[in-house]
């Protein structure tokens, strides 16, 4: 059973860290401890469309990406190319509660990395993938969206029941919190 584990916020010391390469005895151990499954489980509860594991104190170069529906797992992401073409657009994250930003991003990206079985993938990511991949690959060297912003923003403080219809019109408006 996977377990939704508390997400650090800013200003932790962890989230500034740079996290370490995954070897093929930290992949075993991560997949053994269930760890993928406690970051997607995380990832789901809080609603987000990403997480990296420095957001839960592990400091391995492992990311989640929504795409669509699926979560998919890489580990040790590379961003191998990216477009000269830039998009700028509405970020928020679970680390930073309450601060949504604009962000400029390539629009599109190549990734390199290994899935949660250690196999090499590379995949052409665009449009809201290739922002999560960007966005998430920043937590494994401790870069918040913050430090990138060109312009952010807070949000009112929500009630407890508040939170579901607030989320739900975030959805709408396509606000992403990663
Ligand atoms: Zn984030």
């Known amino acids: 059973m996977a377990r939704v584990l508390p997400v650090l916020t800013n200003p932790d010391r962890r989230l500034r860290a740079r996290s370490t ?17 406690d970051l997607i489980a995380t990832m789901r509860a809080e609603d987000g469309v990403g997480i990296a594991a ?18 998919r797992v890489f580990v040790n992401p590379e961003i191998t190319s990216r477009s000269l073409r830039t998009a700028v657009d509405t970020e928020g994250c679970l680390s930073v509660p309450g601060v949504v930003g604009l962000v400029s991003r390539s629009r599109a990206v190549t990734l390199r990395a290994q899935d949660a079985q250690g196999r090499p993938v590379e995949r052409k990511c ?28 807070e949000l009112p403080p929500l009630e407890e029941n508040e939170r579901n219809a607030a989320a739900s019109k975030a959805r709408k408006s396509e606000d992403v919190v990663l």
Request: aromatic share 4%; charged share 30%.
């Open 126 to 153: 665009r449009d809201l993938v290739a922002r999560i991949v960007q966005h998430e690959i920043d937590h494994l060297d401790g870069i918040l969206f913050i430090d990138r912003a060109i312009r952010t923003a």
């Open 21 to 37: 390469e995954v070897d093929a005895t930290t992949l075993a151990r991560l997949r053994a401890d269930g760890v993928f499954d």
């Open 54 to 71: 420095p957001q839960v104190g592990i400091g391995s170069r492992v990311i989640i990406v929504l795409d669509g529906k699926t979560p």
